[in-house]
Structures are given as structure tokens and as C-alpha cells.
């Protein structure tokens, strides 16, 4: 359990800096180019590691269906929610921006209902309604009367990036494939869909130095260990505990932000957080129960 929660920490410590780092780096670079280099570098460290460990030749063992189904997988889960979520910082504050992303977790359960055919009973209704209110908080700064000044568009970006990783969540479940080659295949597709894009609208842009760091960082620290050492802590320790520990990711963001970017955290955005919070812990509970 020690080793299953020191590598849950050093994983949610990385994915905390996402919104920070990807807020400095879309100063200068664009959502698509950012998701294209991110996901590029993902590829090829997760290509790495599987390399190493042997598992790159489980691709021999995948069908063209399973490509297929991988494809979809990857441009909604990783190219289109990275693209909305990166749109969305651009007209928001970075902490609202992934605070309302938090949203992907009541999606998750939406979809379930609807492709799982789990039931949607009343505790988890309530936890949606409770996850929307503290979205509406921190989109309008805790000040509702001033609804009409709310940039809408980033807000439904945010929530259209929250509702394509809830998709991509529950779409993978039925995905039989070891889970750092699945990946290193999500991130394929994302570089080559987004590659795509690039070259039909102008072409793939040079980097700097200083973007070439910020790309590592997030392709292979935020993309590639964070995950792999998500991985070992599910598997060393008790998932069900080691899950709930992800929550922790958005607070950890509040800091990273805070520091990096110079961004004050507003009161808003705390509350905000903690109503979307109880409404995904809420259903949690409601799932157990």
C-alpha cells in the first residue's frame, strides 16, 4: 500500500499541473499544436515503455475492429477533449477551466445509464443537479445576477470535453487490451487526427526551446508517468480506495496554478469545487449503496 500510494501522489501531483502548464503554454502555441506535440510525445514514451516491458508485441494480437474502435476511442477521448478543454482556457480563467472540467465524473455515470443500462436513481440525480450548481458557481464567480457576463462558449467548451472523456471512460470499459498499449494507441490516433487538422489549416508550426520543455513536461510527465504510475498504484493497492484519491487532482491544480501562473484562486472557485466534488461523491455513494 505504501508504494500503491506514493505512486498515486506522484501521479496526482503531475496531472495537477496540466491546467498550469497548458495555460502558459497556449500563450504562445495553439490548442490544436498543443494537443498534436503532447499527444506525439505520449506516443512515443508509451511506445518506449512498452518496448521495454515486452507488450509492444501485443499488438499483433488486435484486429482491425479493435483499431477501429480504438480510433473513435482516441479522437473523442484524447484529441477532442484536450482540444475543448484548451479552447475553454483560452477564454476562461485555467482554474475555472478545469474545475468545470471536473464534470467528466457525472458524465460518466450519464452515460452509463444510457449505454450500460445501469439505472439512474434519485441519490445520483441529486449529485448531478449538485455537480451543475457548483458549476454555474464557479462560471459566474459565485455572483448569479451577473449570469449575462459569463462567457458561455468557454463554459460549454469546458463542458463538451467533460462529457467527451465521460463517453471515452465508459466506451474503453469494453476495450480488452493491456492498458499501457491501449493508450500509447489513444494517443497515436490523437497525434495523427490532430496532425491532420494542422496540416489542412496552415501546417504543423515550429516550437522554441522554451515550448519544447512545456511539451515534455506534459507529454511525457502529465501523459506518460503520471499514467503508468497511476497504473501501479491500482494495481498494488485497493482500487476502489486508490480511485477516490484522483479527487484530490483539482486542489492540487488550485496550487499549481496559483504559483506558476500567478492567478488568484478565488472563493468562488473553492466552493464551486467542493459542490462538484460532494455531487461525485455523493453518486459514489449511491453506486455502493
Not at 39 to 50: E, G, I, K, P
Not at 89 to 115: D, E, G, H, K
Not at 212 to 238: E, Q, R
Not at 252 to 278: K, Q
Amino acid at each position: 500500500m505504501k508504494k500503491a500510494y506514493l505512486s498515486a501522489s506522484i501521479s496526482i501531483f503531475f496531472w495537477g499541473s496540466t491546467a498550469a502548464v497548458s495555460s502558459l503554454m497556449l500563450e504562445s502555441l495553439s490548442t490544436l499544436a498543443l494537443v498534436f506535440y503532447g499527444s506525439l510525445t505520449a506516443t512515443l514514451f508509451l511506445m518506449a515503455v512498452n518496448t521495454v516491458t515486452g507488450k509492444i508485441s501485443l499488438l499483433k494480437s488486435l484486429h482491425m475492429r479493435d483499431y477501429l474502435t480504438m480510433f473513435v476511442a482516441g479522437t473523442l477521448g484524447i484529441f477532442l477533449y484536450n482540444e475543448l478543454l484548451f479552447y475553454g482556457m483560452t477564454r476562461l480563467l485555467a482554474q475555472q477551466a478545469f474545475i468545470i472540467n471536473y464534470l467528466w465524473p457525472i458524465f460518466i455515470v450519464i452515460f452509463s445509464c444510457i449505454l450500460l443500462d445501469e439505472k439512474l436513481t434519485l441519490i445520483k440525480s441529486v449529485s448531478m443537479v449538485l455537480s451543475f450548481v457548483g458549476v454555474a458557481v464557479v462560471a459566474t464567480g459565485g455572483n448569479f445576477a451577473a449570469l449575462g457576463a459569463v462567457d458561455l462558449i468557454g463554459v460549454l467548451a469546458c463542458c463538451l470535453a467533460a462529457m467527451c472523456y465521460g463517453l471515452f471512460s465508459v466506451l474503453t470499459v469494453k476495450i480488452r487490451c493491456d492498458k499501457f498499449v491501449a493508450m500509447m494507441i489513444y494517443y497515436f490516433f490523437s497525434s495523427v487526427t490532430a496532425a491532420a487538422v494542422l496540416l489542412i489549416s496552415g501546417g504543423i508550426p515550429q516550437v522554441t526551446v522554451f515550448q519544447v520543455y512545456g511539451i515534455l513536461w506534459t507529454g511525457i510527465l502529465i501523459y506518460g508517468i503520471a499514467f503508468s504510475l497511476w497504473s501501479v498504484a491500482i494495481a498494488c493497492g485497493k482500487p476502489a480506495k486508490i480511485s477516490n484519491l484522483a479527487y484530490l487532482t483539482p486542489f492540487v491544480s488550485l496550487v499549481w496554478i496559483y504559483f506558476l501562473t500567478g492567478e488568484p484562486i478565488t472563493s468562488a472557485s473553492v466552493i464551486g469545487l467542493l459542490i462538484i466534488i460532494s455531487g461525485v461523491f455523493l453518486q459514489i455513494f449511491g453506486k455502493k449503496q
